[in-house]
C-alpha cells in the first residue's frame, strides 16, 4: 500500500490557496482557513479581501493558528504510516542496535525512525522503555560517534516525555551518559544533552540527584559560559530547572555560576535572568551577585527593556537582594529603580505587578532588612 499523498488526504487538509497539505493553518477574520505562509505571501502582495469570499479585511488581518485542523492533519500523517508501516518488536530493534554486524548508518537509521514513532505515541514509548531497549541506546550514547550520539540522545528525550520514564532513565544511569555528553560532545550533542537534563529535573526527586552527580551543574555552567546560542540557552534552562532544589543553588554558586550568568544576561540571554532569579533565594548566590561589579546596573537595563519573564526574574532579584543588605537597598535606589517599579505598577502581567509592589516596599523601608 502506497504512503498517503496530498491528493488522497481530504480536501479541507489542503490550502484553498496552493492546493497543497497546509503545515500551519491559520484563521483568517473571513471565518476561511489557509496555510499560513500562503495566506502571508498574500496579505504581503497588498491584498486586503478574503481569497475566497472576496470581502474586504481589516487593514492589519488576524491570523488565528487552527490547532484543531493541524492536529487532525499530524494525526492523519503519523496513524497513515504508522499502519502502513508497523514497527518492528522491540528484542528486533534491540537486537539491531546491539549488534555488531549492524553499520553506523544503520543504526542512526533505526535510531530516527523509533524517534519518530515515539514523539507522539505514549504507547510505543511504554513499549520501548519496557522492552529494556533503554540500555542499548545509552551504550549508542557512550559511543562517541556525534551522529549516532544525538540520535540516542533525540530518542532518550523522547522516552523522557512520560514522568515514570524520567525515574527509570536515571535508574538506568542516563545522567553519568548525558554529563559525558556536555562534557566532550559536539555542539548539537550537547544542546540536547541540556535538555534532557531539563525534561529529567521536572521530576523532584532527580532535581537532588542531578545536581548531586559529579561535574553536572559544572557542565552546565561550563557550557553556558562556552557553548554558542542553543547550547547556552539549554544550558541556562537546565540550570533554573536545577536550581528549583535549594541545595542546587548552592553548588551552581560554588562552580561561579553567578558571574556566567550576568555575562550571559549582559550580551542579551535572558535565561539567564530566571536562573539568577532562583540564586538570589540563597545566601551564596546573593553575596556573589552583590560582589559583582555592574551587577544592579545589568538588572535596570532589563527592567526598561526586557521581556515580560525577564523583567519578572529581574524584579525577584532585586527583592532577595534588597530584603537582605540595606546597601543593596541604597544602591538600587540611586539606579531610579522605585520610579521604574511604580511605571511597572500598570503592567499586564499579575506577578510583574505583584513583584513590583513587593520591592516598592522594600525600597520604602516598609520591610525589615535582616
Known amino acids: 500500500m502506497a504512503a498517503p499523498t496530498p491528493t488522497h488526504l481530504p480536501d479541507h487538509f ?10 500551519d493553518p491559520v484563521i483568517l477574520s473571513s471565518g476561511h482557513t489557509f496555510d499560513r505562509s500562503s ?18 479585511l481589516p487593514d492589519c488581518p488576524s491570523l488565528i493558528p ?49 524517534t519518530c514513532l515515539s514523539k507522539r505515541d505514549s504507547v510505543f514509548r511504554r513499549r520501548l522503555t519496557e522492552s529494556g531497549v533503554v540500555s542499548a541506546v545509552l551504550n549508542c550514547v557512550d559511543s562517541g560517534e556525534p551522529s549516532l550520539q544525538q540520535k540516542a540522545l533525540s530518542l532518550l528525550l523522547n522516552l523522557s516525555l512520560d514522568d515514570d520514564n524520567k525515574v ?53 555552567v561550563s557550557l553556558l559560559r562556552d557553548g554558542e546560542g542553543r547550547e547556552k540557552k539549554e544550558a541556562a534552562t537546565a540550570l533554573y530547572a536545577i536550581c528549583s532544589f535549594p541545595d542546587n543553588r548552592r553548588r551552581a554558586v560554588e562552580c561561579g555560576a553567578v558571574p556566567i550568568l550576568l555575562r550571559s544576561v549582559d550580551s542579551g540571554l535572558e535565561r539567564a535572568v530566571e536562573v539568577l532569579g532562583v540564586l538570589a533565594k540563597s545566601r551564596e548566590g546573593r553575596e556573589q551577585m552583590e560582589r559583582y561589579n555592574g551587577f544592579i546596573q ?38 531610579g529603580v522605585l520610579d521604574i517599579c511604580l511605571g511597572l505598577l500598570e503592567d499586564d502581567n499579575e506577578k510583574i505587578r505583584r513583584n513590583s509592589s513587593s520591592l516598592i516596599k522594600v525600597l520604602h523601608g516598609n520591610h525589615r532588612v535582616s
Open 168 to 220: 527509570g532513565l536515571v535508574a538506568e544511569g542516563a545522567i553519568g551518559k548525558v554529563v559525558a555528553v556536555l562534557l566532550g560532545g559536539s555542539p548539537d550533542c550537547r544542546a540536547v544533552a541540556a535538555t534532557m537534563l531539563t525534561s529529567l529535573a521536572v521530576v523532584e526527586v532527580n532535581k537532588a540527584t542531578v545536581g548531586a552527580y559529579p561535574y553536572a551543574i559544572g557542565a552546565l
Open 14 to 23: 489542503k490550502c484553498p490557496i496552493s492546493l497543497e497539505i497546509m503545515s
Open 298 to 335: 545589568i538588572l535596570v537595563r532589563v527592567l526598561k527593556n526586557g521581556s515580560s519573564r525577564g523583567i519578572q526574574y529581574a524584579l525577584l532579584a532585586l527583592n532577595s537582594v534588597c530584603c537582605n543588605s540595606e546597601n543593596m537597598v541604597l544602591e538600587v535606589t540611586k539606579e
Open 66 to 114: 487552527n490547532h484543531a485542523l493541524r492536529s487532525l492533519i499530524s494525526n492523519y500523517y503519523h496513524i497513515s504510516t504508522f499502519k502502513q508501516h508497523p514497527p518492528p518488536q522491540p528484542e528486533t530493534l534491540i537486537s539491531a542496535i546491539t549488534s555488531r554486524s549492524s553499520s553506523l548508518e544503520s543504526k542512526i537509521e533505526l535510531l530516527d525512525q523509533l
Open 39 to 56: 495566506i502571508q505571501r498574500w496579505l504581503d502582495a497588498g491584498h486586503r479581501t478574503c481569497p475566497i469570499t472576496k470581502l474586504p
